[in-house]
Every structure is written in structure tokens, then in C-alpha cells.
Nanobody, 115 residues
């Protein structure tokens, strides 16, 4: 059974920080590279950060230097540390495997950056 449960979103002022968490099924987490995606109102969903099973991370240019993705293999959990947040980071954030596997999306977690 596929499980992707995101948490940690909220309202934060510009320049602030949040840490998102995603608990995933072991069947997915142990096999696939994992990614954090976001979808802002009226925009397409985009991949902002990804991490391989071995821990190699990659980032979209828009978040490079501000966001850090990590994974805890013992807990089947992937994290997204978001610093220096900007209003344009406002979106619903989702985690999912980067490629392959079941086409399943969790409920996401809302991040709102506003003063």
C-alpha cells in the first residue's frame, strides 16, 4: 500500500524558515529517488529538490542555496529544510518518487510566505 504523508507547512514571514517532512512507504522509499514538488495557484506543479537513495541532492535554480533536502532511511522519511523563504515560495508542497513507481500523490502541505 502506497503512503506519502506530508507535514510541517504553515504561515511564515518572508525570510523565515520551515521544515517539511514526508513519511513514505518503505516499498517506495527504499527503491526510488525522492523529490519535493510544489504547486502554486494557477501554476503547474514543479520539482524543487530531489535526493537519490544514496543521498545525492539536486535543486531547482529557484531554491538553490536556500532549501536543503535530506532523507532518514531508518524512518522512511524525507525532509525539506526551507530557509530565507520568499513570497514566491508560497505553494502546496508534495513529496513523491522522482521517476517510476505508482502514480500516487499525497495530500500535500500548504506553505504560505506572507507578512
Amino acid at each position: 500500500q502506497v503512503q506519502l504523508v506530508e507535514s510541517g507547512g504553515g504561515l511564515v514571514q518572508p525570510g523565515g524558515s520551515l521544515r517539511l517532512s514526508c513519511a513514505a512507504s518503505e516499498s517506495i522509499f527504499s527503491v526510488y529517488a525522492m523529490g519535493w514538488y510544489r504547486q502554486a495557484p494557477g501554476k503547474q506543479r514543479e520539482l524543487v529538490a530531489a535526493i537519490t537513495t544514496g543521498g545525492t541532492a539536486n535543486y531547482a535554480d529557484s531554491v538553490q542555496g536556500r532549501f536543503t533536502i535530506s532523507r532518514d532511511n531508518a524512518k522512511n522519511t524525507v525532509y525539506l529544510q526551507m530557509n530565507s523563504l520568499k513570497p514566491e515560495d508560497t505553494a502546496v508542497y508534495y513529496c513523491k518518487q522522482v521517476s517510476g513507481g505508482p502514480d500516487y500523490w499525497g495530500q500535500g502541505t500548504q506553505v504560505t510566505v506572507s507578512s
